[in-house]
């Protein structure tokens, strides 16, 4: 009985000893992921909009994009800068949405149509 109850101690010793630190464990890496990632650690990048396709396809953006209610303060730099006539906006644009800002009223933003952000997500990916 007493190699029995000696036995029963050396085990529960070595198998408390031996139990691995608790490990933090991240979200699996996925596209959504990566682009969020992206999203939030990008410089602004200039769109040079040279070509009246390019140009239509931001004019078209801005003039259906819809005005969210509201005051904002976006602390993510914007990943594109683009003008439009004599305006020029703030992009933020992923494949599944899209948000502007004119930059001379940084505390409106503006969602972009389903369409828009297909459109504007090819053109600033093509290359």
Known sequence: MKKFLLF??????????????????????????????????????????????????????VSKSKKEPGVVNIATEPQYQFSSGKEIYFLWITEASGTIMNTKDTHTIYTLSSNSVKEVYEFVNKN
Do not use: H, R
């Open 8 to 61: 029963a101690i050396i085990n529960l010793a070595l198998v408390g000893c031996s139990q691995e630190p608790e490990t933090k464990t991240s979200e699996p890496i996925t596209k959504k992921n990566v682009e969020e990632e992206a999203y939030i650690n990008t410089k602004t990048i200039d769109l040079e909009l040279k070509e009246s396709e390019e140009i239509a396809i931001f004019e078209k953006a």
